[in-house]
């Protein structure tokens, strides 16, 4: 497991140091909200989510592995601020019993705690003409679950699954919304927040397209940004003259009307809507975004709808380096508390690249050096900076090599 010290080292093992950019006070805040230590006395709601976040970053798949990595030594069980490891059937218990609240509220107070360091920190592409405006991207993802063990999350006749319902902060580049549901909830339906604070662009897929939220985002001075349906019915108003020489995927910019019976029960048949037709090589098609801004370029419009990458890059990365595809629980708060667990561990992980990471690091490769690492005591600047920088030469005699003998092998 790396239980050694070298020159490097601090006195708390890689786990511990990622474990304390929690603040206490936020945790015992959450814990006191929910009560969640009412009556424990051994496996309180900081040890559960010592373990589930060690189960996060070693990628265990069983609550067993996770008892087993931290029991592996006295010295790291005592690094990591606990006085036991935990047993499977404690933390079986925990996951069923334990609100999952908790862990949701944990994950938000950690969002508004670090807002600044987030913001200040984070690589995103500006589009000029919004320049400093509020952009959120919405967008959900489905994670298919066994039906006949998870029997609360049902899908279609014979399969299971949940819907983790996000938006984006563009500004932070992290969720700021989560909602976690069944399979078969629609996208419109998934989160309860549809409006934001005036000026603020929505950026969503077709999935969100519907009459009634246009006119609540209408009314609420937020511009949004989606995908028409195929088979939506309407007129053009008068179509605007393209860019000569530049945006060559952009084939056609009109001004719109919706036309349909439904449009005109709704009323927002009487509102003046853009679309914009973009043409994309990689999938040799053509793209048509509807927005209710009028003023803005092309240009901006398309640059915006391209931006739901982002999003779908967040749920590839989760899915991919954390554990949100195998559950160590069967219950739904279970796979909630496991799932908001999993969100605070991204957090974390993003802080550490943004703030302390001197190099940019793919994902995927940050997160196996934190794995290698975790239990080693390493202080994080190290690990980040200096770890996997090539062969390492040792200092001084080398010890003697081991040499085998061949009748240990012999029958």
């Known amino acids: 497991m790396g239980l050694y010290k070298r020159t490097k080292n601090t006195n708390t093992p ?11 006070w936020i945790f015992s805040r959450c814990t006191a909200q929910y009560k969640s230590d009412k009556g424990c006395s051994r496996y309180k709601a900081y040890d559960q989510f010592v373990a589930l976040t060690f189960g996060q970053l ?37 996951n069923k019993n334990r609100s999952y609240k908790v862990f ?8 508004t705690h670090y807002t600044h360091l987030l913001s200040k920190r984070h690589e995103s592409h500006i589009i000029k003409e919004i320049k400093d405006r509020s952009i959120k991207l919405i967008d959900s993802t489905v994670i298919s679950l066994c039906l006949s063990m998870f029997d609360w999350a049902k899908f279609r006749t014979a399969k299971g699954g949940i819907k983790i319902h996000t938006c984006w902060d563009d500004t932070m580049m992290i969720p700021d919304v989560v909602n976690i549901t069944p399979a078969k909830l629609h996208d419109r339906y998934g989160l309860e927040q549809s409006v934001f604070s005036k000026g603020t662009i929505v950026v969503e897929d077709r ?14 001075e937020n511009v949004f940004v989606t995908r028409i349906k195929t088979n939506t019915v309407f007129e053009t108003v008068r179509e605007l003259e393209l860019p000569k020489g530049i945006d060559q995927d952009i084939l ?6 919706l036309t349909s019976k439904k449009a005109a029960e709704t009323g927002i048949d009487q509102v003046e809507l853009r679309l914009v037709h973009v043409y994309k090589p990689d999938e040799n098609k053509v793209i048509e975004i509807i927005s209710n801004q009028l003023d803005w370029t092309a240009r901006t419009i398309a640059d915006l709808y391209k931006k739901r990458w982002d999003i779908e890059l967040f749920f590839k990365a989760i899915k991919q380096n ?15 508390s496991q799932i908001y667990i999993a969100l605070t561990t991204y957090l974390l992980l993003q802080l550490i690249v943004r703030t302390i990471a001197k190099k940019k690091h793919a994902f995927s490769n940050f997160v196996e050096k934190i794995r290698i690492c975790l239990s080693f005591y390493l202080t994080l600047d190290y690990v980040c900076n200096h770890v996997g920088e090539g062969a390492k030469k040792i200092r001084g005699e080398p010890q003697a090599s081991l040499s085998f003998q061949a009748d240990l092998f012999s029958s």
């Open 252 to 257: 056609k910019d009109e001004i719109i009307r």
């Open 104 to 111: 949701e509220s944990l994950y938000h107070g950690l969002l």
């Open 14 to 24: 890689l786990l511990r140091q990622i474990l304390d950019l929690v603040p206490r």
């Open 322 to 336: 954390l554990q949100i595809k195998t559950f160590v629980g069967t219950s739904e708060n279970a796979v909630k």
């Open 58 to 94: 070693n990628k265990c798949y069983t609550l067993n592995d996770i008892s087993t990595g931290i029991g592996v030594s006295e010295t790291f069980i005592s690094s990591l601020g606990l006085s036991q490891s935990p047993a499977t059937s404690t933390m079986s218990d925990g």
């Open 207 to 220: 999935a969100y397209f519907d009459f009634l939220l246009m006119l609540q985002r209408i009314s609420a």
